[in-house]
């Protein structure tokens, strides 16, 4: 358990996504699986997994919070590519030459961002390089909330219909992602995908019990040797029906 004033977001969250974990949480009186997190090194604790059922605990009213804390060793950081309707994706990009500068070639500086249209690969650079990560929120702001998002592993490929666009981002190191965050910023929500080798799923904490403040240290151990006795690890890929 960790208090909740140690824990610090790495991206922004999805006000829908966590309207709806919320509801999930306080519907099932449980939290199914603890959120992920690395200790930084001002010792607060970074979730890099979790981050709309950390801020759904909070807005419950739970005062600490359970974590898993897994080493730097043990993640692999990989990104989410998003494919969503064009729209006036295109067309927002090349009006807001203010912000955004597009090509079809890519320059010796590093892109903010991929976008593929059909045949036709854009490089999407920010105006200003200091504003890297502000017009990078301004980018992903554009179509978020306006259209569902599908997210792809960047490493897949896959065809895209004809009405759809692909869009791809430059991944951080985790020392990179935790600078932006010690300067008190977030990464755009649904971007950084985390791999995490030993996650631990399915615990069912009580919600009761993470909103009674005064809970002590041996109920909540009865409760971690009453799952740790139920633990089940598989070497190999498995399919998980959450219902």
């Known amino acids: 358990m960790v208090d909740r004033t140690l824990i610090v977001l790495h991206e922004a969250h999805e006000p829908s996504r ?18 992920v997190a690395v200790e930084m090194k001002n010792g607060q604790y970074l979730i890099i997994d979790g981050a709309h059922r950390t801020c759904s605990l909070q807005a419950l009213g739970c005062s600490q919070i359970p974590l898993q804390i897994v080493n730097v060793e043990d993640v692999l950081i990989g990104n989410w590519d998003h494919v969503v309707p064009n729209g006036d994706l295109m067309a927002y990009l090349e009006n807001n030459q203010q912000a955004f500068r597009v090509e079809t070639v890519p320059l010796k500086e590093y892109a903010l961002a991929k976008v593929q249209k059909g045949d036709v690969t854009y490089y999407v650079y ?19 909330h306006q259209y569902r998002v599908t997210r792809v592993p960047a490493e897949i490929e896959i065809k895209l219909e004809p009405n759809m666009v692909r869009i791809s981002y430059p991944t951080y190191t985790l020392q990179e992602i935790e600078e932006v965050v010690l300067q008190g910023k977030v990464m755009p929500a649904g971007v950084t995908r985390f791999e995490i080798q030993g996650r631990i799923l399915n615990l069912q904490i009580p919600l009761s019990m993470l909103q009674n403040i ?19 690890y598989y070497s190999k890929p498995v399919y998980v029906c959450e219902t």
């Open 18 to 35: 966590l309207e709806k974990t919320k509801r999930s949480i306080q519907t099932e009186g449980v939290l199914r699986h603890p959120p």
């Open 126 to 144: 920010p105006f200003s390089s200091e504003s890297q990560l502000d017009a990078w929120h301004q980018l992903v702001d554009v179509y978020q």
């Open 214 to 232: 005064e809970t002590e240290l041996e109920g909540w151990n009865l409760l971690l040797n009453s799952r740790r006795n139920l633990l089940r």
